[in-house]
């Protein structure tokens, strides 16, 4: 099947389309709700089960949640932020019996917060696999998301550590172009 428009997503979607519904949950939205739900959950969940609890959600009264998607972003951006929601809250209630800690949160920004934080983390993370230069990556991973000491990632990847810092310096101008490019001011 060809590629769908955002139009053709909603439109199908709205018109309950078991077609059009199986090709973009199940096939498209597939690694990015995987993503998500690996940032989301720190334990093992099912992903058709939370995928068919998101589409409930959105479908819910007739739509009227997929129904708020007016097209100032791509449809996978705006879903992107529902369903980071949508699973932040589906983890808050979800409560072990062993627990001790009280099931409510001690205020509601704290799930914004995190949305905002995983949002974020996912379109860096795409960001860096649109990267051609997989080294650059690699290098912006380690030195600059990660706490790895430019002397151990140098001896790791066999460079002196002058060099290093060239290769961070390209790593971050060919990320700033990718950047420009993703966020769509490069046009």
Known sequence: MAKLTDREIVEGLLARDNKITRQFFFEDCRPLMLSIMRLVFNYPVEYDELINELYQYIMADD??????????????????????????HHKNNMIDENSQETPYDSGCNATVDSAAIISDRIDVECMLGMMENKRYADAIRNLVLGDVEPEQYAARIGVT???????????????????IKYYGYGK
């Open 63 to 88: 739509g009227a949640k997929l129904r708020q998607f007016k097209y100032r972003s791509t449809f996978c951006q705006w879903l992107k932020v529902v369903a980071i929601r949508f699973f932040i």
């Open 161 to 179: 550590v002058d060099n290093l810092y060239n290769i961070k310096k390209r790593a971050m101008a060919a990320f700033s172009a990718v950047a």
